[in-house]
């Protein structure tokens, strides 16, 4: 009998540390970029207004102000839609060395040239970044017609598995 209990506890254990454990990555984050307008086209729109809409590509590099290894000396590409009527927002992409990629979209909450402000939110990502989630703000500063700096200050959360049955 005290065999039968002692096999079961040994079945247990060993099931339980096959087991994936939960486990996220989350913190604080402060990034710094630089970037330069790749492409920009302008469009007038004849409603009878001073109404344009604006379509810009930008490309750049962004580091990581405190010093982690998240997003630290990634690309960074911003991809703008400026519709004087109604849209200021766009998406940005953050890749990094290894080809992993982190999704965002943002809104633009101030516009007043040079400098625009508003938020971001992570939408998804690729490979370790897989399901990241978490937002924040930005600060952009246009510094000429084609370059500008930008500081994106947020939070984020990437889930991760822990534990051998997660391992290949």
């Given at each position: 009998m005290r065999t039968g209990y002692l096999s079961?506890?040994?079945?247990t254990l060993m099931l339980a540390a096959n087991l994936p454990a939960a486990a996220d990555d989350s913190g604080h984050w402060r990034g710094l970029a630089a970037l330069v307008v790749t492409d920009q086209k302008t469009v007038k729109v004849d409603d009878g207004t001073d109404h344009v809409v604006i379509?810009?590509?930008?490309d750049g590099?962004?580091?990581?102000?405190?010093g982690n290894?998240?997003?630290?000396?990634?690309?960074?590409?911003?991809?703008?839609?400026?519709?004087?009527?109604?849209?200021?927002?766009?998406?940005?992409?953050?890749?990094?060395?290894?080809?992993?990629?982190?999704?965002?979209?943002y809104t633009v909450t101030e516009f007043k040239l040079p400098?625009?402000?508003?938020?971001?939110?992570?939408?998804?990502g690729t490979s370790k970044y897989q399901g990241?989630?978490?937002?924040?703000k930005f600060h952009y500063v246009r510094?000429?017609?084609?370059?500008?700096?930008?500081e994106?200050?947020?939070e984020y959360k990437i889930p991760t598995v822990v534990g051998s049955a997660g391992k290949n």
């Open positions: 079961f506890a040994i079945v379509v810009s590509e930008q590099a962004i580091q990581n102000a405190d290894s998240f997003l630290d000396k990634a690309r960074y590409q911003v991809v703008s839609v400026v519709d004087t009527g109604v849209i200021r927002g766009g998406y940005k992409t953050f890749t990094e060395a290894d080809g992993s990629k982190v999704f965002a979209k400098e625009v402000n508003g938020t971001f939110e992570f939408t998804g990241i989630t978490g937002n924040g510094v000429s017609d084609r370059a500008a700096w930008d994106l200050i947020g």
